[in-house]
């Protein structure tokens, strides 16, 4: 492990304290012994045990490096199976103290370097969730499948790029079809015998609108994965474009969601 630098005492204490919430007292023990750190603080407050155990190990290693195996350890992803909202309330706060040592703690439980923050409202920034981030929308799950990982980094580029290409896999997934882009939409959609159905096809306004959604698709596969792929940032302007793109993405999953496939 590369050498962190060590930590100020308002970030370490801040550090503490978030930590303090996350596990009981015999976990906080527990993790201690697995890092090599050891707790002579005779503190029975959990963040003020904490806070004495990684001044000592700053002061003997002259880096961060044991204070940061312990947040590894003690923060690890399969310690909050079936607890995910809370392991990702528990990151955000994390995240906010770390944002001021340059520092992001990822959904992967891994640690990586972010330009420092110098007031609350940049580190707050840094760390918003995905319902602030877009506005409280209700974003489809299909779409947050392919692309969590570019949201929080706050990488909204190659989030919907991603996004996007889950909606195409998505379709290829239900119809069975191996192409792509508007010749999968035709395929799947399209003719007299598609594959994929959005309604009973039965009357004239339902064939109709199952036309309109066929265009809609090939219209998002066209306006906005092969712009983002041969034209960067060319389709859209930062966090409220961004927004607009996956409510569509969102509509066009949950239009998905009803499908069913024609038989023969």
């Known amino acids: 492990m590369a050498a962190f630098p060590s930590f100020s005492g308002d970030v370490l204490e801040a550090l503490a304290k978030a930590l303090g919430e996350c596990g009981s007292g015999s976990e906080i023990s527990q993790t201690f012994q697995r890092v090599s750190m050891h707790d002579c603080s005779g503190e029975s407050t959990k963040w003020r045990r904490l806070l004495s155990v990684f001044e000592d190990a700053q002061s003997q290693d002259r880096c961060a490096n044991r204070v940061v195996s312990f947040v590894q350890a003690f923060m690890a992803p399969a310690r909050f199976i079936g607890k995910s909202e809370v392991y990702e309330c528990r990151r955000q706060e994390l995240n906010l103290v770390l944002a001021f040592a340059g520092l992001k703690f990822g959904e992967d439980g891994q640690f990586r370097p972010i330009d420092a923050a110098r007031t609350i409202p940049e580190a707050e920034a840094r760390v918003k969730t995905l319902q602030t981030k877009f506005k409280g929308r209700a974003i489809h799950a299909d779409v947050l499948k392919y692309c969590s990982a570019e949201l929080l980094a706050d990488n909204y580029f190659h989030a919907l790029f991603e996004a996007n290409k889950g909606l195409a896999q998505r379709i290829r997934d239900l119809s069975g079809v191996q192409l792509d882009g508007a010749a999968l939409v035709d395929k799947a ?5 598609p594959i994929l159905a959005i309604n009973r096809l039965v009357t004239e306004s339902e064939r109709s609108e199952q036309t309109g959604f066929a265009t809609l698709l090939k219209g998002c596969f066209g306006a906005i994965r092969n712009p983002l792929a041969h034209t960067p ?3 859209w302007d930062g966090e409220d474009d961004a927004a607009d793109i996956f409510s569509m993405l969102s509509l066009l999953h949950r239009k998905l969601d009803g499908c ?5």
């Open 189 to 193: 959609f399209c003719g007299q015998q």
């Open 233 to 235: 940032r060319l389709f």
């Open 260 to 264: 069913v496939k024609i038989p023969g």
